[in-house]
């Protein structure tokens, strides 16, 4: 329920920039989606701290009813014919600092309320649950824009929908058996513990590996809120309908993956770096595309490697990781997840202005694979160098014995 308005209100928040900034529509986007997410970038580590201390539980409860009040006054602004550009950045950074808290606790969630053979199949479902929400709710709010007239106020009754949409999690987490969930023990309330967080990621060069693809793809490929939006309306010449239907094609191709996700039993490093350089490809061509039509049906090959790339890197950095830190972890992996967003957001929308719309997809999908082969190198170089420590530390008895005798 709550899904399904949260990607109604991204497609109706896309659109009342567009209709609120007319002629500077592409810049505007970016800056309102490096503002809705540059939260992450600045609270997400202290924000994975907090999940480690706090019953994730009652966290999520407040976390979704901070995001359920931005979304109302957006709402009620638009509808009432008052909104502004600055209204829409001010309320989506609000809404971006309660969806910064929510994040790695949300994720962190998913691993106490399932065994732990589990966790692959409950991540990929958690996924489809999500995607299933992605393929309803753009086209829908593409249909109800058009149907309210498709102006700045029909857009606020859609914003208004999602944040009613909010009592859904709120209802359920509160009806959740608290004794069913296996909660880790509360992270000390010592200094240095976002420290060592961070220290435990940089001793292992397989989870820095997969947060490096997941930078150059975060910021620079998964940018579908400006892409879809300047393609559909500058390229193709669309209105609202087409718009919000590039959402749910998308989306089918989201849900498949997440679908053979959850049928994977483990995931390994190889196939994060496969999918990421797939997911590069698949964007690249999707900015060759001749037609809207062409353009649609290569988004499901965009969607599925899309959530093949994040479902892996996701499950990988929650199995590989103790459960003492998972929530800190979690936290700098949606640091750099979402938080490159706010850094290439408003380039992908300059890029989009200065070089036209299908530059936002071609130069974002060749940074992504540039990106994959920057991280693999340096991964093999950390790996061999690790190797090359734990050998000579096996070698040293060896020597001090030798040299005794």
Do not use: C
């Not at 060759?288 to 892996?312: E, K, Q």
């Amino acid at each position: 329920m709550s899904n399904t308005g949260t990607w109604m209100q991204r497609i109706a928040q896309d659109w009342l920039v567009l209709e609120l900034a007319a002629g500077s529509g592409a810049t505007a986007l970016g800056i309102t989606t490096g503002l809705q997410f540059l939260p992450f970038l600045l609270l997400t580590p202290f924000a994975g701290l907090v999940a480690d201390r706090m019953p994730k539980q009652r966290l999520l409860q407040l976390t979704n009813l901070g995001m359920a009040v931005p979304a109302a006054v957006l709402g009620i602004l638009a509808v009432t014919g008052v909104a502004e550009v600055w209204h829409v950045y001010v309320l989506a950074l609000v809404l971006g600092a309660a969806s910064a808290f929510d994040a790695p606790a949300r994720q962190s969630f998913v691993s106490e309320l399932v065994e732990p053979g589990d966790l692959t199949n409950a991540v990929g479902l958690n996924s489809a649950s999500f995607n299933a929400a992605r393929l309803v709710g753009p086209g829908l709010a593409g249909l109800l824009i058009a149907a309210f007239g498709g102006g700045a106020v029909a857009t606020g009754w859609v914003i208004l929908f999602n944040a009613v949409s909010y009592a859904a999690p709120i209802w359920s987490l509160r009806h959740l058996d608290a004794s069913r969930i296996d909660a880790a023990a509360p992270a000390d309330r010592g200094p240095g513990a976002i420290r060592e967080g961070v220290a435990y990621v940089r001793a292992r060069p397989d989870l820095l590996l997969v947060l490096s693809l997941v930078f150059f793809a975060g910021t620079f490929g998964l940018n579908f809120q400006i892409t879809s939006a300047l393609m559909a309306t500058e390229v193709f010449d669309k209105g609202p309908e087409e718009f919000g239907a590039l959402g749910t094609f998308l989306a089918v191709g989201s849900l498949t993956g997440a679908l053979l996700a959850a049928r994977r039993t483990q995931v390994r490093h190889r196939l994060v770096v496969g999918a990421a350089l797939a997911f590069g490809t698949s964007v690249v061509l999707a900015g060759l595309m001749p037609s809207y039509l062409t353009f649609a049906l290569l988004a499901p090959v965009t969607g599925l490697t899309a959530l093949t790339f994040i479902t892996s890197a996701n499950t990988y950095m929650q199995l590989h990781t103790d459960a003492g830190v998972r929530g800190r972890v979690m936290a700098l992996y949606l640091m750099i997840f979402m938080g490159g967003t706010p850094v290439g957001a408003p380039i992908i929308g300059w890029i989009g202005e200065e070089y036209g719309a299908r530059w936002t997809l071609l130069g974002g999908g060749l940074l992504t694979i540039a990106g994959v082969a920057v991280s693999a190198v340096v991964y093999l170089r950390l790996e061999r160098a690790r190797w090359e420590r734990a050998a000579r530390v096996e070698d040293a008895p060896v020597e001090r014995a030798s040299a005794a005798f």
